[in-house]
């Protein structure tokens, strides 16, 4: 949550995943809230039913909001939330190089964020570069360092 917007209660969201008004209920900061409208993606704007005020939409700056897992839509073949790859394990020629730490997407794609073993981090494009298994994500050995 960015903060209020206006003094009604609405508040201004940074959304990661496209159109909000497609879900009704909604948690944030682990609390579930009910959404009564939200317009707009990317940067967007929402009402909550008990969010009545400026101060309380304020409250809810830096606050994340999630959907249930339940809520969202089915995976076609070849698509992933990147909620399931973080934590993975990564493997590069049969050895394990590290766990899947973060998806990030600057424009061009896909890049999988991976922490090794002493800590230092490396970033690879998944569609080019990673093969995603259920339980763990080969890696193509040319990008690890």
Known sequence: MLGAHGLQGEVRLKLFGGDL?????????GRPLTLLKA??????????????DRDAAEALRGE????????????????????DLIGLPCFANDSRVGIAVAVENFGA????????????RFMVPIATAVTIEADRLIVDAAFVE
Do not use: N
Not at 22 to 28: A, G, I, K, L, P
Not at 39 to 52: M, N, P, Q
Not at 64 to 83: I, N
């Open 64 to 83: 994340t909001l999630s959907v249930p897992r339940s809520a969202l839509p089915p995976l076609g073949d070849g698509e992933y939330y990147h909620a």
């Open 109 to 120: 794609g896909d890049i999988l964020e991976i922490e090794k073993p002493d800590g230092k």
């Open 21 to 29: 008004s497609s879900y009704r209920d909604v948690f944030v900061g």
């Open 39 to 52: 317009r707009g993606e990317g940067a967007a704007i929402a009402r909550f039913a008990e969010v009545a």
